[in-house]
C-alpha cells in the first residue's frame, strides 16, 4: 500500500524559510508527478507547486519567486523549499503523489503537515 510521509511544517516567522519533504513508501514505481497543495482555514484547497517524473514544473503564481520544488526519484520523495514566506502562507500542507496507468489515474494524499507564518 502506497503511503506519502510529510515532515518539516512548524511555526516561522514572516521572511523566514521552512524546508517540507514527502517520502513515499510502498511503491516499486516511480510517480508520474509530485506536488503540493494548500488549503487554508475555510478555502478550498489549492496547487503550491508541482513537478512531473521527467523534471517539469509547475508554480501556483502566488509562490514563483519564493517557494522551490525538487524531487528525487531514487527515494520516491519531494521536497519544498519556501523562503520569504508570508502570513497569507499560512495553511495545512499536503503532499500529492500521482501515478497513470493507461488511461486511469491515481491520486496519492499525505496526511497534512501545518504551516504557520506570524506576522
Known amino acids: 500500500q502506497v503511503q506519502l510521509v510529510e515532515s518539516g511544517g512548524g511555526l516561522v516567522q514572516a521572511g523566514g524559510s521552512l524546508r517540507l519533504s514527502c517520502a513515499g513508501s510502498?511503491?516499486?514505481?516511480?510517480?508520474?508527478?509530485m506536488g503540493w497543495y494548500r488549503q487554508a482555514p475555510g478555502k478550498q484547497r489549492e496547487l503550491v507547486a508541482a513537478?512531473?517524473?521527467?523534471?517539469?514544473?509547475n508554480y501556483a503564481d502566488s509562490v514563483k519567486g519564493r517557494f522551490t520544488i525538487s524531487r528525487d526519484n531514487t527515494k520516491n520523495t519531494v521536497y519544498l523549499q519556501m523562503d520569504s514566506l508570508k502570513p497569507e502562507d499560512t495553511a495545512v500542507y499536503y503532499c500529492?503523489?500521482?501515478?497513470?496507468?493507461?488511461?486511469?489515474?491515481?491520486?496519492?494524499w499525505g496526511q497534512g503537515t501545518q504551516v504557520t507564518v506570524s506576522s
Open positions: 510502498g511503491s516499486i514505481f516511480i510517480f508520474n508527478a
Open positions: 500529492n503523489a500521482v501515478r497513470r496507468v493507461g488511461v486511469t489515474t491515481y491520486h496519492y
Open positions: 513537478i512531473g517524473s521527467g523534471g517539469g514544473i
